[in-house]
């Protein structure tokens, strides 16, 4: 497979506060690669990197974002526009907000797809139609006139999936698309997401937290901890043989449908941005810490299995 998106050795600081440590994450043309973990372990801004959409107080000090082949890094703010929504699209994490309520979702979609292609209204209005059509929204003429209050959550997340068709984007960043949603309505909007996957070859990076929903779709998982990618593998072999103590720990997290079954919790906190914590920074957190090496060297993500990278000193 080719990679579509490379990141290496990202660095990235919030003023004097590390946030991101040594990134690299391939992406290959067509594939879903699922980035998990706690809130706050740098998901998000991870994902913010490449699309160059950061806080002012955000600096990257070192590393590359290659987007098929060019690096994003040296791309002016012009060429960067020209690439948001054209080539890389972003479904936000909360369809709630992300509309406008003062316009017709048909305005926005329409005024979307003309921002990223010389067309005029009529043909945008027709394009808007076919991607409502791709995303499965019945009775489009009606639906274009509509606010987005008058749909639900589930159609408002179609909606927003349909502005990312829209541009044929070769990339869609999807950051927790389904956290608002219902239980029954995130599954549908995953198999929307995949089937977009499969018919189109989209590569697509899923920010999630729920590894329970990620098992189901991603073809590669990256776990992060603490501004750290902690292990890496192919979806299938990372189910059935996590090899990091965090991952472990997530896993060993998940709800299960036996009530005879206790569920488990990670004891202790993700530690914050200012808190300096030597050595591993999941050792306070640990079932496995060894005080004598965890706590004085940092792990490095290295090779533990055939694609299976894992930055852990005991295991």
Do not use: W
């Not at 608002?180 to 070859?201: N, S």
């Not at 449908?257 to 200012?274: D, H, V, W």
Request: with cysteine; aromatic share 6%; proline share 5%.
């Amino acid at each position: 497979m080719n990679k579509l998106l490379e990141i290496k050795n990202l660095n990235l600081f919030f003023g004097e506060y590390q946030a991101l440590y040594n990134i690299n994450l391939v992406l290959n043309k067509g594939e879903m690669h699922a980035l998990a973990g706690e809130s706050g372990c740098g998901k998000t801004i991870t994902a913010m990197s490449v699309m160059r959409l950061l806080p002012k107080s955000a600096i990257i000090k070192s590393g590359e974002i290659f987007f098929d082949e060019e690096n994003l890094l040296n791309y002016k703010e012009k060429q960067m526009r020209e690439i948001r929504g054209n080539k890389i699209a972003l479904i936000p994490q909360d369809p709630m907000t992300s509309l406008n309520p003062l316009y017709t979702v048909g305005n926005q979609l329409i005024e979307s797809i003309r921002a990223h292609s010389h067309v005029s209204h009529h043909q945008a209005r027709r394009k808007a139609k076919e991607v409502l059509d791709l995303v499965k929204i019945p009775d489009k003429d009606n639906k274009l006139n509509l606010y987005p209050h008058e749909f639900s959550g589930g159609m408002k997340q179609r909606i927003i999936i349909s502005m990312a068709l829209a541009t044929n984007a070769k990339l869609i960043i999807a950051d927790e698309p389904t956290t608002a949603l219902d239980v029954t309505i995130q599954k549908q909007i995953m198999d929307l997401i995949d089937e977009i996957k499969k018919e189109f070859g989209t590569t697509i990076l899923l920010i999630s937290h729920d590894l329970a929903l990620v098992s189901n779709y991603a073809d590669t998982i990256s776990v992060m901890y603490s501004g750290h990618i902690v292990e890496e593998a192919p979806a299938e072999i990372f189910f059935k043989n996590p090899l990091h103590p965090y991952s472990n720990a997530l896993l060993n997290s998940l709800p299960s449908r036996n009530p005879a079954l206790k569920l488990n919790t990670i004891e202790g906190a993700p530690p914050s941005i200012s808190e300096k914590i030597e050595g591993c920074k999941f050792h306070p957190r640990c079932e496995y810490c060894d005080s004598k090496i965890c706590t004085t060297t940092q792990p490095k993500l290295e090779e533990k299995g055939v694609n299976h990278f894992s930055a852990c000193l005991i295991k």
